[in-house]
């Protein structure tokens, strides 16, 4: 019975890791544009489930554990969240405003903690909190993640 505790913890955790291309490159924003980075490093807390990202209100992705999503944006100023329902997404919504420029890439990160744990009851909370992070700490992070898409969704854009 262990066992298969362990494998079905195991399996929950790697399950909702991002296992799209590994990060390689930034991408060059065209002149009129900017390029926003959503990403997520790894996690144990809330490791095993994923939030969709909300741009201006709208679903743009998931963002799975140890992922990146990136967008292309004209300039603006943009409402960048991170939500999702009790099985999808424990922590809640997270927000932060950011302001697009062209020609410029900004950088979302995601983060996850615990914010209270009872060890009498075994009761964890879980929080999440999303902040735009200056570059050199995105590049330092980034290079660890893979893209947050399914390998279904990566072969039907080819």
Same mark, same amino acid.
């Given at each position: ?16 890791? =991002?296992?799209? $291309?590994?990060? #390689? ?17 790894? #996690?144990?807390?809330?490791? !095993? ?17 140890? /992922?990146?999503?990136?967008? $292309?944006? *004209?300039? /603006? ?6 939500? /999702? *329902? ?5 922590? /809640? ?8 420029? $062209? ?18 009851? !075994?009761?964890?909370?879980? !929080?999440?909190?999303?902040? &735009?992070?200056? &570059?050199?700490?995105?590049?330092? &992070?980034? $290079?660890? #993640?893979?893209?947050?898409?399914? =390998?279904? &969704? ?5």
């Amino acid at each position: 019975m262990k066992n298969y505790l362990i494998v079905i913890i195991f399996s929950l955790l790697t399950g909702c890791a =991002a296992s799209g $291309p590994k990060f #390689t490159v930034l991408m060059s924003p065209k002149n009129d544009q900017g390029v926003l980075y959503v990403y997520r490093p790894y #996690t144990f807390t809330n490791g !095993g489930v994923a939030p969709y990202v909300y741009i201006n209100g709208k679903e743009r992705g998931e963002l799975k554990n140890q /992922g990146y999503l990136v967008y $292309p944006l *004209s300039a /603006g100023q943009y409402s960048v969240a991170t939500d /999702g *329902s009790f099985l999808t997404w424990t922590p /809640g919504r997270a927000e932060v405003l950011v302001t697009i420029k $062209p020609g410029h890439r900004s950088y979302v990160r995601l983060a996850s903690h615990i914010r209270s744990m009872n060890i009498s009851t !075994g009761l964890v909370m879980t !929080g999440a909190t999303l902040q &735009e992070v200056d &570059e050199s700490l995105a590049r330092q &992070e980034l $290079p660890e #993640t893979r893209l947050s898409v399914d =390998a279904d &969704e990566i072969k039907a854009t080819k």
